[in-house]
T-cell receptor
Framework: SQQGEEDPQALSIQEGENATMNCSYK?????LQWYRQNSGRGLVHLIL?????REKHSGRLRVTLDTSKKSSSLLITASRAADTASYFC???????????FGTGTRLLVSP | GAVVSQHPSRVICKSGTSVKIECRSL??????MFWYRQFPKKSLMLMAT?????????EQGVEKDKFLINHASLTLSTLTVTSAHPEDSSFYIC??????????FGQGTRLTVV
């Protein structure tokens, strides 16, 4: 399969809790991005981390990257009901010719 | 950020007809464009990668004659679904990449074949 794996496939939490999603990929990458998608609509870019970076923050988002393990994690802190969506990682290979999504995590945040 | 415009956002067509979806990079030249397909509640599957002026590279399992991709200029790529059938109904989305940078996504096209 071309795709990276994400886990969990689905995550259900309460507002205020933290949500952690993991992404594993298969090839050497130039960068990795995280996106969210609401109900099969367009993609919203969340954050990009380059292969020479290990951690990045943006607001309530924290992304880590471990290139030795070919994995990344997305942490959403103090979650809100509005964070309910599907989250995908997206990897660009070092040759810039392959842009591949992970399998995605469906996050449900209950009020 | 860079803007990628995809048109149409929604299209309904009859079985047997062909549908063209356009992907334009509005404020940059896209050296590479990517086309994806998404089934309900599933991830986005890469269909093909195209470089301006050359033939598209299709992923395994994607029919080249069914999904025609043209990347005639640095700002425009088109995906034509030929002889569409109901099983081609899906969400299609494009992405455009500038030289040496990350890629940017269009808004997507929801295709319904009746």
């Amino acid at each position: 399969s071309q795709q990276g794996e994400e886990d969990p496939q689905a995550l259900s939490i309460q507002e205020g809790e933290n949500a952690t999603m993991n992404c594993s990929y298969k090839t050497s990458i130039n960068n990795l991005q995280w996106y969210r998608q609401n109900s099969g609509r367009g993609l919203v870019h969340l954050i990009l981390i380059r292969s020479n970076e290990r951690e990045k923050h943006s607001g309530r988002l924290r992304v880590t990257l471990d290139t030795s393990k070919k994995s990344s994690s997305l942490l959403i802190t103090a979650s809100r009901a509005a964070d309910t969506a599907s989250y995908f990682c997206l990897t660009m290979n070092t040759g810039f010719q392959k842009l591949v999504f992970g399998t995605g995590t469906r996050l449900l945040v209950s009020p | 950020g860079a803007v990628v415009s995809q048109h149409p956002s929604r299209v309904i067509c009859k079985s047997g007809t062909s549908v063209k979806i356009e992907c334009r990079s509005l404020d940059f030249q896209a050296t590479t464009m990517f086309w994806y397909r998404q089934f309900p509640k599933k991830s986005l599957m890469l269909m093909a990668t195209s470089n301006e002026g050359s033939k598209a590279t299709y992923e395994q399992g994607v029919e080249k004659d069914k999904f025609l991709i043209n990347h005639a200029s640095l700002t425009l790529s088109t995906l034509t679904v030929t002889s569409a059938h109901p099983e081609d109904s899906s969400f299609y989305i494009c992405s455009a990449r500038r030289q040496g940078t990350e890629a940017f996504f269009g808004q997507g096209t929801r295709l319904t074949v009746v």
